[in-house]
């Protein structure tokens, strides 16, 4: 399946990696703290794979931020 600015997995992972940018942190060290892989963070970040509610919150507590204040722009 194509993705498009549209897509939600794809206005997602371009939340997720701008507050992710903004702590400095980098994908694996998002994923460490996120209990998750880093492979899973990048797929999430390019558009590409659908996260599940519980990784959800997993990566919001990591960033710091509320599970909607990753998704209120869409």
Known sequence: MATSVTDPRKLLGQ????RRLKL???QEQLAEAADLHWTYISGIERGVR?????NLFQIATALKVRVRD???DF
């Open 24 to 26: 400095g942190l980098t």
């Open 70 to 72: 990753l998704v209120r």
């Open 50 to 54: 659908n996260v599940s509610i519980v």
């Open 15 to 18: 939340a997720i990696r701008q």
